[in-house]
């Protein structure tokens, strides 16, 4: 059973647009929510992070949004650079940002068109 | 530079023949860990590690052993390899257990098992 979903495998953008990465969890005991950025034949790398007592938190481009009552939350990306081309994981853990419990998503690839 | 390796970065071998992937950072970081990566699963988490001589078992440790003699050093060894742990690995160390935010990532190790 899959606790956290990235229903979208890709997404296409055009350099300057926002890009709108999405994903949904099931347990509601996670408390902190992570985004990571994957380029290829390299590890992944930390984003941006919110806990759930915020519903938003902002870094440069980047702006992570949380929903509890929908269990859903997205990365906005804006304006959108080539560079940001990578697959991005969503991450979720009940342990107030432990990473014993860290649950990913299966990632969704962005492409960012120039 | 602060960094996690792993060696080897590629590696082909036949079932049943064991092999151990090297897992080392240099940050003097007290949690380490390893997860597995596979087509439309994302990533998941096989052991992770708080402490010297402390482990435990994420969500898919079958199959795997772990231990965690120095701090700097947390290898992954498979006993008897079958074809279904064909994937691509990463090890993972943050400064302490609750560091999800702060988590470094291998290259990756991809591992195919004939």
């Known amino acids: 059973d899959q606790q956290v979903k990235q229903n979208s495998p890709s997404l296409s953008v055009q350099e300057g647009r926002i890009s709108i990465l999405n994903c949904d969890y099931t347990?509601?005991?996670?408390?902190?929510f992570l985004w990571y950025k994957k380029y290829p034949a390299e590890g992944p790398t930390f984003l941006i992070s919110?806990?759930?007592?915020?519903d938003k938190n902002e870094d440069g481009r980047f702006t992570v949004f949380l929903n509890k009552s929908a269990k859903h939350l997205s990365l906005h990306i804006v304006p959108s650079q080539p560079g940001d081309s990578a697959v991005y994981f969503c991450?979720?853990?009940?342990?107030?940002?432990?990473?014993?419990?860290?649950?990913f998503g299966k990632g969704t690839k962005l492409t960012v068109n120039p | 530079e602060a960094q996690v390796t792993q060696n080897p970065r590629y590696l082909i071998t036949v079932t049943g023949k064991k092999l151990t992937v090297t897992c080392s950072q240099n940050?003097?970081?007290?949690?380490m860990s390893w997860y597995r990566q596979d087509p439309g699963l994302g990533l998941r988490q096989i052991y992770y590690s708080m402490n010297v001589e402390v482990t435990d078992k994420g969500d898919v440790p079958e199959g795997y052993k772990v231990s965690r003699k120095e701090k700097r050093n947390f290898p992954l060894i498979l006993e008897s390899p079958s074809p279904n742990q064909t994937s691509l690995y990463f090890c993972a160390s943050s400064i302490t257990l609750m560091g999800a935010d702060t988590q470094y990532f291998g290259p990756g190790t991809r591992l195919t098992v004939l």
């Open positions: 919110i806990s759930s007592i915020k």
């Open positions: 940050m003097n970081h007290e949690y």
């Open positions: 347990n509601s005991m996670f408390d902190y």
């Open positions: 991450a979720a853990t009940p342990t107030q940002g432990g990473s014993e419990k860290l649950v």
